[in-house]
């Protein structure tokens, strides 16, 4: 860039300071969330879950679970819009079989979306690229205004299609302290613990 | 530096998670959308909610009272009832009573409206040249009322920077929060 040597170094120390301001991303950081809200516990604690099995043990993440509920999402949005446009374009009385056709399929969609509270479906790659990979399911609940929370995790063996599950139940205190901040080294170790032992039965059998 | 904290659930997202709050949003949009349809295609009104804005219908209705319509074909207008209808030209639904009606064999019908707090009948508030109302001028017919709580309608037309700052308010809630 040509520029004269002030300049550079003006627009140099304008991009660090954006820069320190306002970086996006902040993987990094601690979890930090309001303790009382349970939304968010449950949700960071999901998270790091996913992080766990996605970064240690670097399976891979299938998104089709989610895509299809984004789908089924946006589509029954988009019954909506049209309702809306028909209705703007052919005032109410005519375009009243529109409406009700519209009406009636909009619901349809909180019936096919699955309540299984699955968050994460992920991949673990056979190393030696020989057996078809091993599928890991993650589910999780926590009941409202309650402190336990519940992590189940299954595993269905590609070759044999062999099914197992097991899950844990804690509460939420034993992970996060005073302030709300997620102490991960204690939720990893249950996690793995988790994992281990899905992974450990698969051994003995 | 600037912590603004309440954007870091936000910040964590991924592109998927971030697709997922928009769609949130517009859920909740298109689920409010669906039900004042659904009440339309239900009622057959094509406004089966409407707020009195004037106090020409005291002691009955007062300025504010949220009002239900419901408008089936079937259902003939009768001189007593109390029905909500729009002038030709004018986007203003006015509630007031009607006062006479001249019925054909076909059920076309002409009728006349005066509110019951007003000492004349309608006839000044009608296009020029029209004496009579008809059928297609209806809005609907009022079935059921709760009082005072359109006056935040009211509050939202008169200042309309208050609408727009509340739905921002929840717009940006609903984007930024996660479930």
């Given amino acids: 860039m040509n520029l004269k040597p002030g300049r550079r170094k003006k627009n140099c120390l304008t991009h660090l300071t954006v820069k320190c301001i306002f970086q996006w991303r902040i993987d990094e950081k601690p979890v930090k969330i309001d303790k009382w809200d349970g939304a968010a516990v449950k949700n960071s604690l999901d998270d790091a879950a996913k992080k766990v099995l996605i970064e240690k043990y670097g399976y891979v993440e299938n998104f089709n679970l989610v895509d299809g509920r984004l789908f089924i999402c946006t589509v029954s949005c988009l019954f909506a819009i049209v309702a809306l446009v028909w209705d703007y374009l052919h005032p109410f009385p005519e375009s009243k079989p529109v409406l009700a056709c519209c009406v009636i399929s909009y619901p349809l969609h909180y019936i096919i979306m699955s309540k299984k509270n699955i968050f994460l479906v992920a991949v673990q790659k056979d190393p030696a690229g020989m057996d078809p990979d091993h599928t890991w399911q993650l589910s999780s609940s926590l009941k409202r205004f309650d402190d336990q929370y519940t992590l189940k995790a299954s595993f269905t063996d590609g070759k044999t299609k062999q099914y197992r599950e097991t899950e844990f139940t804690k509460s939420v205190g034993v992970f996060f302290d005073e302030n709300g901040t997620l102490v991960m080294d204690q939720y990893e170790k249950y996690v793995t613990k988790l994992h281990d032992t899905l992974t450990s039965e698969k051994k003995t059998k | ?179």
């Fill in chain 2, 1 to 179: 530096m600037l912590s603004l904290d309440f954007l870091d659930d936000v910040r964590r997202m991924n592109k998927r998670q971030l697709y997922y709050q928009v769609l949130n949003f517009g859920m909740i949009v298109s689920s409010a959308l669906m039900i004042w349809k659904g009440l339309m295609v239900v009622t057959g009104s094509e406004s089966p909610i409407v707020v009195v804005l004037s106090g020409s219908m005291e002691p009955a209705f007062h300025r504010g009272d949220l009002l239900f319509l419901t408008n089936h074909v079937e259902e003939p207008i009768r001189v007593g009832e109390i029905v909500v209808f729009k002038i030709e030209g004018r986007d203003i639904p006015i509630v007031h009573r009607v006062l006479k009606i001249h019925e054909k064999e076909n059920g076309d019908i002409k009728f006349l409206t005066k509110g019951d707090n007003n000492s004349v009948d309608d006839r000044g508030l009608y296009k020029r040249g029209q004496h009579w109302l008809e059928k297609k001028d209806v809005v609907g017919r009022a079935r059921g009322f709760v009082p005072y709580i359109g006056i935040v309608t009211i509050l939202m037309n008169d200042y309309p920077k208050f609408k727009y700052i509340v739905l921002c308010m929840l717009g940006l809630f609903v984007l930024l929060q996660r479930e």
